[in-house]
C-alpha cells in the first residue's frame, strides 16, 4: 500500500521566485488536504479538495497561493513571489469517505532566503 | 489560529513510566483526533475519539474526552524511546461533507532511557 507522497522534500529558494509543490495521494482516496505548519506549531489548514473540486478555502491562503487538483488525483500548490514568511513545511493529506482519518504525507519543507 | 491549546508543551519522563497529555479545546466538535510526528517528518494518526465518546483504548494509548470541559487527554502507558516525538491533538470541523482538522500546538515527548 502506497502512502501519501510529496515532491520535492526539501526547496530553497530566493525571495520572490515562484515554487510549486506536488502531492500524490493515496489511489482511490477523492479527498485531498493541504496544510502548513512552521516551527513549534501545529499544521494549519490552508486547503481542500474532493475530487477536482476545490470546496474550502483558508483564509492563510493568500492571492499568491494557488492548488489546483486537475484530474481529481495528484494535486500542486504554487506559491508565487516567495516571502521569507512562507517558510514553512507544507504537509498533504488524503482521506477516503466514511474514514474521516487523514493520511499525512512526509511535507516538503520550504525555506525561503 | 489554532483551535486549541495542549499542555505540558514539552514533557521529559523515563523508559516505563506513563505519560499523560492534555488538550483544550474552544468551539463544538464532531470529533477529536491525536496524532504523532517524530521530528521533521509528517503526521501519524493514533486516535479518533467521537464527540459521544467519553473513553478510547488502543494498544498503549488511552484517549478521554470531556464536551463539557472541552477538553481531552491522551495517556501512553509503559512508555519506549520509540514514544519519543511530538504528540497534537485536533478537532475535527466539518466543512463541505468532510472534515478539517485543527491543530493544537502539540506536546513534545521525551522519553528517556
Known amino acids: 500500500d502506497t502512502g501519501v507522497s510529496q515532491d520535492p522534500r526539501h526547496k530553497i529558494t530566493k525571495r520572490g521566485q515562484n515554487v510549486t509543490f506536488r502531492c500524490d495521494p493515496i489511489s482511490e482516496h477523492n479527498r485531498l488536504y493541504w496544510y502548513r505548519q512552521t516551527l513549534g506549531q501545529g499544521p494549519e489548514f490552508l486547503t481542500y479538495f474532493q475530487n477536482e473540486a476545490q470546496l474550502e478555502k483558508s483564509r492563510l491562503l493568500s492571492d499568491r497561493f494557488s492548488a489546483e487538483r486537475p484530474k481529481g488525483s495528484f494535486s500542486t500548490l504554487e506559491i508565487q513571489r516567495t516571502e521569507q514568511g512562507d517558510s514553512a513545511m507544507y504537509l498533504c493529506a488524503s482521506s477516503r469517505p466514511p474514514s474521516h482519518e487523514q493520511f499525512f504525507g512526509p511535507g516538503t519543507r520550504l525555506t525561503v532566503l | 489560529s489554532q483551535q486549541g491549546e495542549e499542555d505540558p508543551q514539552a514533557l521529559s519522563i523515563q523508559e516505563g513510566e506513563n505519560a499523560t497529555m492534555n488538550c483544550s479545546y474552544k468551539?463544538?466538535?464532531?470529533?477529536l483526533q491525536w496524532y504523532r510526528q517524530n521530528s521533521g517528518r509528517g503526521l501519524v494518526h493514533l486516535i479518533l475519539i467521537r464527540s459521544n465518546e467519553r473513553e478510547k483504548h488502543s494498544g498503549r494509548l488511552r484517549v478521554t474526552l470531556d464536551t463539557s470541559k472541552k477538553s481531552s487527554s491522551l495517556l501512553i502507558t509503559a512508555s519506549r524511546a520509540a514514544d519519543t516525538a511530538s504528540y497534537f491533538c485536533a478537532t475535527a470541523l466539518l466543512i463541505q461533507g468532510a472534515q478539517k482538522l485543527v491543530f493544537g500546538q502539540g506536546t513534545r515527548l521525551t522519553i528517556n532511557p
Open positions: 468551539t463544538s466538535i464532531n470529533n
